[in-house]
């Protein structure tokens, strides 16, 4: 039987919450349906590990951190003139692991970009609650996620099977995050970039 549960938001962010519906014995067969019913519509947002399945409709205060988050990380990609590809919220499912998720930003970075699944993940945790996304993504076999959370990215790399905190990217191993978190405040996404990609130039003329 499938029951429903709504995660109440955090007071804190509570005018500003992404909402979350949960549903509890939901089949392979049915996450997958509606997976398909829903198409090419953005939202919601569908994330399934062992019969649970959480359905989210992100903030436009989500939208906005996880777009700066990607545009910064690309605005460092060409600095460095590093290839890579975006691939936004590719949907990683695996049947056999019973997982599946939505990245808010995902990438293949360097020369092999032919793998079913991204270099990075990353992902904003812009209201508390719902799955356990690094659960999913160690079943599904991403190589390292970063979470925002309250004005901070921490970096998780697959080892094992397991994630394992780090203190700086595998990926992106020169990555300054702090540095580039900084800029996530900015008046505009325009400034954010610009203000960022001047920075990266003025430290790589030293």
Known sequence: MVTARVLPPSEDVLAVADQRVTLTGVSW??????????????????????????????????????????????????????????????TLQREDQEAGAEPDECYLIGEDRSGDRPHLAIEVNWTSGGLNKLAIYARLGVGEVWIWQRGVITVHCLVDGAYQPRETSEVLPDIDLPRLVRHLDADSASDAIKAYRDELASASSR
């Open 29 to 90: 067969s049915l996450y997958a349906q509606l997976d398909a019913a829903r198409g090419d519509k953005a939202v919601p947002r569908l994330s399934y590990l062992e019969g649970t399945l959480e359905l989210m409709s992100p903030s436009p205060h989500h939208e906005r951190t996880k777009s700066r988050i990607g545009r910064l990380v690309e605005a460092y990609l060409l600095h460095h003139d590093i290839t890579f590809e975006a691939v936004g919220s590719w």
